[in-house]
C-alpha cells in the first residue's frame, strides 16, 4: 500500500546552522510531493513543493531535493532560526483532480539558541 | 494574502451529540478538503468535495459524517453523533482549480473534545 514516512522524529539543531529533514515515500505514483511546518496548536503551512520531474527546487532559505530511483525526499533549512521550530510533514500526492494528500508522521525540529 | 478560516476554534461536546465544524475556503479554490489529526498522530484525509459532491473519502468517513457547502463560502463537516475517539484536531483545506499548482491550503483547525 502508499505510505510516506519519515526517517528521524526529532531533530536537534543549533541555531545557524543547516537543517536536513528527510522522508520515505513507497507509492510510485506520486508525481508532487508538498513539504509542510506545523506549529503547535496551528495547521500544516505549505513550505515548499516539487514535481516529480524535477530533481531539485529552492525557496527562500529552504531546498527540497527528490530522489526517485530510492523514493526519497529532503528539506534543507539554511541558516536554522528559532522561528523554525515545528513539526514537518512531507507529504505526497498525484496531481491533477481531487486527490488527497498523504501525509508522513512528521519530524519534529528543535532549534538550539 | 488569502487563507482558509475555520470555526471554531476550539468544541467541547458529549459523547452523542452532533458537532458542526465550519470553514470558509479560499474565494477562488474549488476543491475541498477535510483532514484531522489525533493528538501525536499525522494528518489523516477525510473527505474531497468537488462540484457539489464529495469526490473521495476515507475509511474514517463513515456514515456518522456528512458534509456540505449551504452557500457561496462556506463549507461544514458534520459528525452526528459524536464518539470518544473522534477528539482531534479538525483541519479544512482548499485548493484552486487551476493556475497554483496542485497545494492544497489549511485553516488553522478546530480542536474539538467529546467527553
Known amino acids: 500500500g502508499e505510505s510516506v514516512g519519515l526517517h528521524l522524529p526529532t531533530l536537534s539543531v543549533q541555531e545557524g546552522d543547516n537543517s536536513i529533514i528527510n522522508c520515505a515515500y513507497s507509492?510510485?505514483?506520486?508525481?508532487?510531493f508538498i513539504w509542510y511546518k506545523q506549529e503547535s496548536g496551528k495547521g500544516p503551512q505549505f513550505i515548499i513543493d516539487i514535481r516529480s520531474n524535477m530533481d531539485k527546487r529552492q525557496g527562500q532559505r529552504v531546498t527540497v531535493l527528490l530522489n526517485k530511483t530510492v523514493k526519497h525526499l529532503s528539506l534543507q533549512i539554511a541558516a536554522t532560526q528559532p522561528g523554525d521550530s515545528a513539526v514537518y510533514f512531507c507529504a505526497e500526492n498525484i496531481s491533477g483532480g481531487y486527490q488527497k494528500v498523504t501525509f508522513g508522521t512528521g519530524t519534529k525540529l528543535q532549534v538550539i539558541p | 494574502e488569502p487563507e482558509v478560516t475555520q470555526t471554531p476554534s476550539h468544541q467541547v461536546t458529549q459523547m452523542g451529540q452532533e458537532v458542526i465544524l465550519r470553514c470558509v475556503p479560499i474565494?477562488?479554490?474549488?476543491?475541498f478538503y477535510w483532514y484531522r489529526q489525533i493528538l501525536g498522530q499525522k494528518v489523516e484525509f477525510l473527505v474531497s468535495?468537488?462540484?457539489?459532491?464529495?469526490?473521495?473519502k476515507s475509511e474514517i468517513f463513515d456514515d456518522q459524517f456528512s458534509v456540505e457547502r449551504p452557500d457561496g463560502s462556506n463549507f461544514t463537516l458534520k459528525i452526528r453523533s459524536t464518539k470518544l475517539e473522534d477528539s482531534a484536531m479538525y483541519f479544512c483545506a482548499s485548493r484552486a482549480l487551476t493556475g497554483m499548482g496542485e497545494t492544497q491550503y489549511f485553516g488553522p483547525g478546530t480542536r474539538l473534545l467529546v467527553l
Open positions: 474565494s477562488n479554490h474549488l476543491y
Open positions: 507509492n510510485s505514483a506520486s508525481d508532487y
Open positions: 468535495f468537488y462540484n457539489n459532491e464529495i469526490s473521495e
